[in-house]
């Protein structure tokens, strides 16, 4: 399986050089150079595959480079008991009327995000060991990303990290978690900014091609296709075991920011997977919902993001959206650059020519949650079923309930557990949420943090002092 670029200027590339790279040398993203279409025998022959085989099944399909028993063992050590300790690794919890959350937060972090970081943390060892090389990780987090790179590099040969984050602007808990980590390879640099400008200081470093190549830069932002690549196991997984017949068709409703997690959903769709709707929600920040309704795209700056209570979803810029254009615009690299140029000049582009298509053949649809949608829906499922949901799980639930079928189980995806946001939850139902044992004295660790200006030239020093020589 080879790789190509959005852009199209990219000589093909295999996995593990894609996966060390971030963003595809000529600005855009990578992606398969096809994919992989899945049978209605195949999908059934994977119903009694455990979650780690299940992905050995379908990242096999997007990574030759790797032989497959590295594979298995590569996927084994991401998902296992011991990284996530639930009863189930990913379990479904009905709530009722044909809904089911599907729990994608059962790990170190609480949060879907290491689903896929896991995966990501084993593979990395894996080339840079075969390759005698190392690797500089930069990111930018506005929570669970940061949380999920760092818990899945921790203590990894080869591996540094340098993490960005928004300064005041995570919860408690997403702080603690994150700072607390003393480990050597993980550096905390919380920037006086938002999300986007973190995120842009990363974009102007690795677009820094002499810096880059110097310190061996590399992502694990959600532009990795190999984050990607590992969602989509979790697609065919909550079908899997939302179904019993070939052919039925499930919808997903996503909590979405950067649409990292909903263009897996897309790709599972492509390949064959029978989903009927890809449901996405967003929360005040609403520029991937007016998409999807208007045809036009118009990022917002950093200023006209609000903070919101589902603080992983405060994204007005998507960067894993330029794949799904590119699909849109039937994969003409061409378009999917003047889109971009127009973007920089204008600082929006029109696709509103191709609304009918969103829906009737990729099945997205779309709608808003804002803050009093997020404490009434957690309130009402948390009465109704016992179950106390995240805020960004509260958002998919709320709208998902406008695209209820009858026959049609709607699977929601469950992007953290409520303990990540306890402010929210009490403020919700009037309590606190409980927190997991293992995790009550992560407040009171001491914790690790840089604090800057958000300066590309403060950060870029200091990589330069700290990065291993
Ligand atoms: C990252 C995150 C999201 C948004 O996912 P994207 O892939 O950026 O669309 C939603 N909810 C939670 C809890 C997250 O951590």
Redesign the pocket.
Known sequence: MKYRSTRGAMAPMDFSDILLEGLAPDGGLALPASLPKISAETLESWRALDYADLATEILGLFIDDIPRADLSRLTHAAYNAEVFPGAQMVPLKPLGKGVSLVGL?EGPTL???DMAMQFLGQVFEYVLDKRQASLNILGAT????GS?AEYALRGKRGVTVFMLSPHGRMSEFQRAQMYSLQDGNIHNIALKGVFDECQDIVKALAGDLEFKSRYHLGAVN?INWARIAA?VVYYFWGWLRATTAPGQRVSYA??????????AGHVARQMGLPIRRLVLATNENNVLEEFFRTGIYRPRSASDTHATS?P??D?SR?S?FERFVFDLLDQDAGQVRDCWKQLEIKGEFDLSRLLPLFESRYGFVAGVSTHQDRLATIKKVFGETGLLI?P??ADAVKVAAAYIEEGIPMLVLE??LPA?FGETIQEAIGQPAPVPEHLRELAALPQRVQVMDCDVHVVRDYIRQHAPA
């Open positions: 937060s949060a879907f995000k506005s929570g669970d990303t999920a959600s969602q996503v909590p979405s920011g950067n649409f990292g997690n909903i263009l589902s992983s979803m994204i998507a894993n995240d960004h799980t992007t953290a990540k």
